[in-house]
T-cell receptor
Framework: SQKIEQNSEALNIQEGKTATLTCNYTNYSPAYLQWYRQDPGRGPVFLLLIRENEKEKRKERLKVTFDTTLKQSLFHITASQPADSATYLCALPTSGGYQKVTFGTGTKLQVIP | GAVVSQHPSWVICKSGTSVKIECRSLDFQATTMFWYRQFPKQSLMLMATSNEGSKATYEQGVEKDKFLINHASLTLSTLTVTSAHPEDSSFYIC???????????????FGPGTRLTVL
């Protein structure tokens, strides 16, 4: 069955630095991959979607890469701010349902002022 | 646009009672909605897919008779936790895919979640 792994440990970085989060998957060839942000006690918020034929996608200070050979996506936040502190989840479409997705375990990011 | 609301935001109930959670897409229609459950410090686990006008599709291990789902309109899905027990205490979140002019977008829009505590 498909498996999605993210850095389980929290990531602490200094304000202004670039945060890089990793999402690895196995037993799967997804047509796209998504990244979401979740704040404590809230539902996730969609950030970016990258398709299998796209290597990189950007949105303001966010950048996502998608390496289908390595089966890995990297999520970058440049010029990080304390307000970026949250848990970031990657999600891949579940086989058998194009709109269904499976979420990774999430990585908690803490940006220190 | 693409706002999803949930009601209530939190609920405390006694063991054995039933609790209904509503999920509404406020500014778009959703033929499909999803219900997730999230335990502390864990990721979201898909419980079921709610389909407008038809029966919900449940994930393996989710009791359909315990978690009743009704998707009566294109903007409303409800999840009823029947005969709730303390182990059902969790954070329940719904989501929907936005569909506009026949185009179904892949990104999911999530509700704010409902914290259920069963005493």
């Amino acid at each position: 069955s498909q498996k999605i792994e993210q850095n389980s440990e929290a990531l602490n970085i200094q304000e202004g630095k670039t945060a890089t989060l990793t999402c690895n998957y196995t037993n799967y060839s997804p047509a796209y991959l998504q990244w979401y942000r979740q704040d404590p006690g809230r539902g996730p918020v969609f950030l970016l979607l990258i398709r299998e034929n796209e290597k990189e996608k950007r949105k303001e200070r966010l950048k996502v890469t998608f390496d289908t050979t390595l089966k890995q996506s990297l999520f970058h936040i440049t010029a990080s701010q304390p307000a970026d502190s949250a848990t970031y989840l990657c999600a891949l479409p579940t086989s058998g349902g194009y709109q269904k997705v499976t979420f990774g375990t999430g990585t908690k990011l803490q940006v220190i002022p | 646009g693409a706002v999803v609301s949930q009601h209530p935001s939190w609920v405390i109930c006694k063991s054995g009672t039933s609790v209904k959670i509503e999920c509404r897409s406020l500014d778009f229609q959703a033929t499909t909605m999803f219900w997730y459950r999230q335990f502390p410090k864990q990721s979201l686990m898909l419980m079921a897919t709610s389909n407008e006008g038809s029966k919900a599709t449940y994930e393996q291990g989710v009791e359909k008779d315990k978690f009743l789902i009704n998707h009566a309109s294109l903007t409303l899905s409800t999840l009823t936790v029947t005969s709730a027990h303390p182990e059902d205490s969790s954070f329940y979140i719904c989501s929907a895919n936005r569909e506009t002019s026949g185009i179904l977008y892949n990104e999911q829009f999530f509700g704010p979640g409902t914290r259920l505590t069963v005493l």
